[in-house]
C-alpha cells in the first residue's frame, strides 16, 4: 500500500502564493513520476504538474510560468510553488504517484 499525505493548501488573495508538499510513504521501492492535478467544482479533474524521477518537468498551458514542481533529490516528496494566482486556481488539488495513487485533496481557495 501507498499513501500520500499532502499539506499546504488555504486561501489566498489574487496573485498571491502557497506552496503545496505531497510525501509518499508505504510499500515503495523505488522513485517514482508524482505529479499534482486539482478539479474545480462542476469541472473534470485536470494535470497541472507533473515530474520525473530525474526530475524532467512538464506544466499544463494554464499555469506555465506561474507554478512550479519540484521534488527532494532521491525521494517520493514533491511540491508545487503557485505563484500570481488567479480566481480561476481555485480548486481542490490532488497528489499522484505512478499514475495511480491519489492524496486525500487540498482546498486552494483565491478569492479577494
Known amino acids: 500500500q501507498v499513501q500520500l499525505v499532502e499539506s499546504g493548501g488555504g486561501l489566498v488573495q489574487p496573485g498571491g502564493s502557497l506552496r503545496l508538499s505531497c510525501a509518499a510513504s508505504?510499500?515503495?521501492?523505488?522513485?517514482?513520476?508524482m505529479g499534482w492535478y486539482r478539479q474545480a467544482p462542476g469541472k473534470q479533474r485536470e494535470l497541472v504538474a507533473q515530474?520525473?524521477?530525474?526530475?524532467?518537468?512538464n506544466y499544463a498551458d494554464s499555469v506555465k510560468g506561474r507554478f512550479t514542481i519540484s521534488r527532494d533529490k532521491g525521494k517520493n516528496v514533491v511540491y508545487l510553488q503557485m505563484n500570481s494566482l488567479k480566481p480561476e486556481d481555485t480548486a481542490v488539488y490532488y497528489c499522484?504517484?505512478?499514475?495511480?495513487?491519489w492524496g486525500q485533496g487540498t482546498q486552494v481557495t483565491v478569492s479577494s
Open positions: 499522484n504517484f505512478r499514475g495511480r495513487y
Open positions: 508505504g510499500s515503495i521501492f523505488g522513485i517514482y513520476t
Open positions: 515530474i520525473t524521477s530525474d526530475s524532467s518537468a
